[in-house]
């Protein structure tokens, strides 16, 4: 499903009207919202938002289990880190206890090793299910989402959930949910806009079936929903 919206303010208030609703629906079925948050620049305004007394009032934050998308390999301290940019605009206001956040980034240990790690984390709280509430992604102008990025050959991983690989073109190693594991989860939001984006969402949504190429393609849940929040500017190529 694609929802268009004028702007990102627009796209930012429907896609946090989407997170309180499911976290308060998770958190009264079960005691808890499992969801995995993304980087980029996308969803700064969705961040700000919910940090907003506003918004943040209408969650319990001790029953939210934070995980992230995808990571470069970095510090938590860099500029770089999407879980920076996260604590920066939300997770730093909303009082919710460090012992609920799983960064995708551990000094002492290898990419590789940290994957593993990270796994284990996520089947703490899903058990054998790896079913989150709600996963947010973006998407890159070439198609790419979380670190799944064109070519790789992460875009083939059928087992693990978490895998970390050395990123040629960008000179550094990534950590990344696989496609196995977003698809499992009840609810998947996309937030992608601007003219940048316009080549590739409509390849995205009505190209031919190409994930190498586009590997956003590859997110297609099991039981779950998946929804596009874009503007008029990225759906001009349609």
Avoid: C
């Amino acid at each position: 499903m694609v929802s268009i919206f004028n702007n990102k303010e627009e796209i930012a208030s429907h896609a946090a009207n989407i997170f309180i609703a499911a976290a308060q629906n998770a958190i009264q079925k079960r005691g808890q919202f499992l969801v995995v948050l993304t980087g980029g620049s996308s969803p700064e305004s969705l961040y700000k938002l919910l940090a907003t007394p506003q918004y943040k009032t209408k969650i319990n934050w001790d029953n939210v289990f934070v995980f992230w998308g995808d990571e470069r390999w970095v510090a938590l301290e860099d500029s770089r880190s999407n879980a920076k940019m996260s604590y920066d605009y939300l997770l730093s206001h909303v009082g919710i206890p460090k012992s609920n956040i799983f960064p995708m980034y551990k000094e002492g240990f290898l990419p590789e090793e940290y994957a593993l790690e990270y796994e284990k984390s996520i089947k703490s709280l899903t058990g054998e299910s790896g079913e989150f509430d709600l996963i947010l992604l973006g998407m890159g102008d070439d198609g790419h989402t979380a670190s799944l990025f064109p070519g790789e050959a992460v875009l083939q991983e059928n087992d693990k959930w978490v895998s970390a690989y050395y990123l040629e073109s960008q000179s550094m190693y990534r950590i990344t949910l696989t496609a196995p594991i977003i698809n499992k989860a009840k609810e998947i939001v996309v937030v992608t806009f601007g003219e940048n984006k316009a080549h590739a969402l409509n390849e995205v949504l009505y190209g031919d079936y190409n994930p190498e190429k586009y590997p956003m393609q590859l997110i297609k849940p099991i039981d779950g929903k998946l929804l596009f929040l874009t503007d008029q500017a990225a759906t001009s190529s349609q």
